[in-house]
Structures are given as C-alpha cells and as structure tokens.
C-alpha cells in the first residue's frame, strides 16, 4: 500500500512537505484601520512530534480582523479548489476565538508567501498543516479580548468568560461584544501560543458543525467567482495552438492571413528557445497565439491556422506499442527492484497454489469542468495574475524564469478554481498568458478550450502490473511478487508513475519482491487526485480479491487474516513518519466497521447478477475501507446500486457537511474513473477530444454514497483523494462475485461481461 509522499516529485515536494507545522507559533498584534484589532500569525514551519523530517524554511501567516461593528474578517489563505478549505480553515480560527458564526467574513488571500506562507491545494494537507496552529491562532485572540476587557472592568481574566462574540463577568453582570474591545485589546502584549488555553473538544460550537461553503449562494446564482469569469479593463482573448504531438515543433505558420481576420488584434509564433530555453516541461512550448477582442473570435481565426509541425520521436508512441512493450518485458527480469524480502522464487515453487495475472490500467485527464484559463496584464515591467491555479508559488517561480522578471514584481490574485485534481498544481497556462500579455501589451485572457485540455494535460499515468504469489494448504498468502512495468524516461518512472517499496503486502508477507521495468515515453504526467494510490489500489486490492477466492476465504476474513494483529509498520527507511507507516489496526477497524454497515455477511441474498465488493487504502494519512454493490445486466452494462464508506482521519471531523461531500465526491471520481475513462496515445497524440469520447460519470449513474468516519485519537487528516483509491477494486471484486468474470484492465469493458 503507497504511503502519501514517496520518491515524490518536485511538484508534489512543493505542495506537501513531509514536515508538518508544529505548534510553535508566533502573533502579532496591531490596530485594524478604521479602528479594532488585527492580528498577524506567523507560524514558523517545524516539526511535528512524530515526524523525524527536518522543518522546511519559510513560514505560514493567518490573518484576523475584528472590526467596531463586531464583524471578524478572517482570511483564507488557500486556495479554493472545490474541496471547501475556504470556509473550514476560518472554521479553526473562529471557533477557537469563540466567534459568532454569523459575524465571519471570509475573505482569499492573493499569493503572498511572506505573509502566508506556502498556498497551496494538494495533498489532502491543509488539516494536518492548519488544524494545531490556526486553533492557537484562534485562542490568542480570545485570551487579548478577555484581557482587554478584564483591565477596563477591574476584574481578574480568570472570572471572565466568552461565547458568541462576546466577554461576560457574571458576578458583576457585565459583557461586552468583541468590537467595543478590539482597539483595546490591539494594544496588548501578544500571549505566548504554546501555552495558551485551547478549548475541550466537547464544547465546539462551530468545529463539527454542518456548514454550507462560503461561495455557496454566488455559485447557485451565477455570480463571478471563477478564473472563467474574470473581465478587467481593456481585456484582450488569446487562444494557442501548440504541436497535437507532445514535444513537436512549429516550423511555419500562415501568421498574415489570420492578422487580417476580424476582431483579430495580433497573431504571432511562439518559440520554446525564446520563452523557455531551460526546457521547464511545465513552460511555454512551440506554438502559435492569436489575440482578438471577444474569444470567439480567436477561436474562429484559430480554425483557419494553417501550421506545420515536426513532431519528433513521440510521434512514433501509442498505447497499443506500450502495452506490447510491457508485456515483453514482464517475461524478462526486471530493471531493478524495489524490494526483495525472503525467497520469493523458492516458495513459490514450494506453494501448493501458485496464482497469477496481469493487470493494466490506461492514461486519464483530469477533466477539470472549467478547462485552463488564465488573466494577466504585464505592464511596467512587472505582470498581475488572476488564476485559478492550485499551485501558485511554483507558478510565479515558472513566470519569473519566462519574463526574466524578479518575484517581487508578480502579483497573483487567486480566482476560485472550477475542479483541479492536481491539473492546476501545474501552471502551464499561467507561463503562456504572460508571454502573450508582454507581447501584446495590454491585459489578455488566455482560455483553453476541451480540446486543448484534453490534449495538453500532464495525464495520470499508465501502467502495467505482473502478479504471482503462493498459497499454503490452509489458503494462507506466503509469497507475493509484482513485476511493475510503467513509463518514464531513461530508466526512470515519470512524474507521479513510481510505486512505493511499502505497497501493501509489505512487510505482512515473508517472501516478496517487487521489481520494476520502465518504457520510454514522451507523454507529459503527472499528480491526479490521489496520485499513483488511484492506479495501484485498482491492481494490488483486486489480486487480493483473486487470492481469497483462490484461498476459498471470505475477502473480508482474507483481508483482516493478512492485516494480522495492531501495529504500526515502519516504512521502509526505518525512520517513523505518520505519512508513511501504515497501522494495521486502523486499518483491520474500519474494514470491520464497513463490512457492518455495508451488510457484507448477507450479500448472499442479492439477486442474480448482483454483488458486492470490499476493498481498502491507505494514503494521504487516511484509513479507508469501501464496500460496493453493483448490478450487472444481460447487456453487460453495470449498476452501481450503493457505495459504503467508513474512514478514519482522526479526531475531529472540522466540517461535516464538506467531509462527507468529499469522500463522496471521491468515491463518484473513482467510479467514473473505472466505468468509461482513459486516454488514449496514437502517433504521439492523443485521441480522445472531448466528453463524448472520455466520459466523466452521468448523475444517472452516480449511486448513493453512504459515509461515516471512524473518529480515534490521532491528529486530524485531510481527506479529498484517500477516498477514491478503493472504490474502483471494490466496483471491480463487486462485478467478479455478480458475473464471476475479473475485471484486469480498465476501463471497464461491458462486452466482456455479456451473460
């Protein structure tokens, strides 16, 4: 099973670290303009007491203004993705404070590193990096205002009280709301936060609270939120039409005729050698832009671009050509090894059952509903950003490198994003709408169209899974291998297409290797929600699913025999750190609590045709376990009828209502990953166009999903992406026991399961 961060990219070093905030975190206060208090946090980067990695420099800043009118303007630093940290971070910070919900204001934070620290969206990260620290935010805040009014009524702190936004003295009767204290307490000296008062879990008023998402009312009415919606002054439209074969390069173009085009302001061609001579995969590439004064008409004189590309060596790539070159090289021994415990090939000759298969699972793109887009106006020799972007640090790093600009002279205003999935932690499009905008002079609108996005993704990789492993007389699992086969560049897996040496059954089998082969390819990867668990989980937990049938075991009692007693796993570099060591018995407890809820000792009742399938994952810190029942018809086509849930992510669920949304938006992600998605490379390009062609899931299909959350004494998790990594084996192992036919390369193929 693949803990969170390991052999990470660069990308996804940048949005999550290994070394959580501790609670080692400073204040400062001052007089809000206008009048009330402001504070300033700056939480210092350490380390938390169960991670051995060392702190990472930089620091992480929260903001809190409590206004005369008793209105508290807290700011979201992050940025919005869809996954609701806009509203649950200022959610820590309020309750802590002991605001009245009804007086927050929230507002987001441009990119501003030196105040904030590090923005990001990814890796389910923002819990465990915020939750501690923006509580002793909160708390500070109270213990000034509780002063501030102590001093004015005469009154030991001790005898004062909070609640609502408000300080009470209840032997003299007094109280008093937060904005008559705010000018006073601004003047205080700011409490140390390691030993300030944090409240009893017991008594939150707002943390556990089902609460709706800040933006809620301007999405359901259509206000502008989104990087799509922005419109500034004197705003231009640019299009750009890069090489359909990754890597190729424009060699003419019939830049005139489309400058004389209606509407059309400017055309001109884009070399690589000029706006990103370091090569960045992630920067601008050979293309042609074309400006105009509504996008329509851009797009219009787009489809009379006549260009001529040399495609180079990718064009020579196909999916069929990778599947053939894997299976060539699953009948060799690996290029190396990932892991070798014990004598694998001995006691697999030794087995009295010996089971293997192969399993394979195909690019996808991120299908972001808004595609990429991005406002910026260069002017003065420096540049303004408005993007919807999940990464925006590494993005103005990207511009700086494509100007030739400093830092200091970007400005990123983070509109709200319209789906992510780990797309936007790239910012292609951020390093395209700047060079446009310099060359044109004046503010321009870069948007992408589906074709574009689908074409130019950094897709989630393919790959290739080789099995065997061996049974006892008793059905016990003794030797395990797999033969990982993925694609990469010069021996090595690219960008978010590794798999771990602790993958599950580590450690929990005696004899077991991994070994891995890579194919070359030019493809562009990278992170898509829960990234390489949402692959690895589809093959490892559904050969498992294989082995108990083989073992003539319930794959429930297979699965908890394998977990065996409670422990903690250390991973493999023998250093404790939560992100990668994996407890057994987190893990055996919610797989019991979802076989309970889920009904799973009575799915022998189901109707012909009709299964259920269990599996379960660990990363991004979460335990998850998920049961999935699916119908399949004469047809071949599938029905999922339910999906149950049970997670463990800790203590404190800060939202509900976000929570629950996630993991079930999660586990739909996954189901409609399985049921009819995948990219697929021809000649170095990719063919699917649109959702026609891949097919994100229908709200016709989407079945119940029913959650609940194993709270235990650990320190709160993230949770958007460990929710989908077990959903696709267990839709799969749920197909097998309805049908009896494995499901070994997705996506799902209803032909095959014709009756």
Known sequence: MRPMFAKRTRAEADAAPDALVSRRVFLKAGAAVGGGLLLHAVLPPAVRGAMAAPAEAGSLNAFIRIAPDNVVWIMSKNPEIGQGIKTMLPMVIAEELDADWSDVRITQAPLDQARFGRQFAGGSMATPLNYDPLRRVGAAGRQMLVT????????????????????????????????????????????????????????????????????????????????????????????????????GKLKSANIDALKALPGVRDAFIVRASEANPGGDPQGVADGVAIVATRWWLASKARAKLEATWDEGPVAAQSSA?????????????????????????????????????????????????????????????????????????????????????????????????????????????????????????????????????????????????????????????????????????????????????????AQLVADLEYGQSVIGSGVPTGPMRAPRSNALGFAFQSFIDELAHHAGRDPVDFRLALLGEPRVLVNSTGRPNALRDF??????????????????????????????????????LG???????????????????????????????????????????????????????????????????????????????????????????????????????????????????????????????AAMLKA
């Open 623 to 749: 335990y998850f376990a998920e049961v999935v029942q699916a119908s399949v018809a004469i047809s071949g086509d599938v029905k999922i009828d339910h999906v149950w849930v049970v997670a463990d992510v800790g203590s404190q669920i800060v939202n509900p209502s976000g929570a629950e949304q996630q993991v079930q938006g999660a586990a739909l992600d996954g189901i409609g990953q399985a049921l009819g998605q995948a990219v697929t490379i021809d000649r170095g390009r990719v063919v699917e166009a649109n959702f026609d062609a891949v097919l994100p899931l229908r709200i016709n299909q989407a079945p119940p999903v029913e959650v609940q959350f194993l709270a235990t004494d650990h320190p709160p998790t993230g949770l958007g992406e460990p929710g989908l990594p077990p959903v696709i084996p267990a839709l799969c192992n749920a197909i097998f026991a309805a049908t009896g036919k494995r499901i070994r390369t997705l996506p799902i193929d």
């Open 148 to 247: 501030a009014a102590a001093r004015q009524w005469g009154v030991p702190v001790a005898e004062c009280t909070t609640g609502s936004g408000a300080v009470a003295h209840a032997k003299s009767g007094r109280s008093a709301r937060y904005g008559e204290l705010a000018a006073a307490a601004a003047k205080l000296p700011v409490p140390d936060l390691a030993s300030v008062t944090l409240k009893d879990p017991k008594t939150f008023k707002i943390i556990g609270r089902r609460i709706p998402g800040v933006d809620n009312p301007k999405i359901v009415t259509g206000q502008p939120l989104f990087g799509i919606d922005v419109d500034v002054p004197g705003m231009l439209y640019a299009v750009f039409e890069k090489c359909p074969v990754f890597g």
């Open 321 to 505: 050509g990778f599947a053939a070159k894997a299976k060539e090289l699953a009948k060799g021994e690996p290029d190396s090894y990932l892991r070798r415990d014990g004598d694998v090939t001995g006691t697999l000759k030794a087995a009295a059952h010996r089971v293997e298969a192969s399993y394979a699972y195909p690019f996808l793109s991120h299908l972001d509903l808004e595609p990429q887009n991005c406002t910026a106006h260069f002017h003065d020799g420096k540049i303004t950003f408005w993007a919807p972007t999940q990464n925006p640090g590494p993005g103005a790093k990207l511009v700086a490198a494509t100007l030739g600009i400093s830092e200091r002279d970007i400005t990123v205003n983070m509109t709200r994003v319209g789906g992510g999935f780990g797309r936007r932690l790239r910012n292609d499009f951020m390093a395209e709408a700047a060079w446009i905008s310099k060359q044109v002079g004046a503010p321009v609108k870069l948007l992408w169209n589906r074709q574009d996005d689908m074409r130019h993704d950094f897709y989630r990789p393919a790959g290739f899974h080789f099995f065997r492993a061996g049974l006892d007389n008793d059905g016990k699992l003794i030797a395990f291998a797999d033969h990982f086969v993925t694609v990469g560049r010069r021996g090595t897996p690219a960008d978010s297409a590794n798999m771990d040496p602790n993958e599950f059954p």
């Open 583 to 620: 407890d057994t018995g987190r893990m055996a407890a919610v797989l019991r609590k979802v076989a309970d809820v889920s009904g799973w000792r009575d799915r022998a009742a189901l109707p012909p045709r009709s299964g259920k399938g269990v599996a379960f994952y660990f990363s991004h």
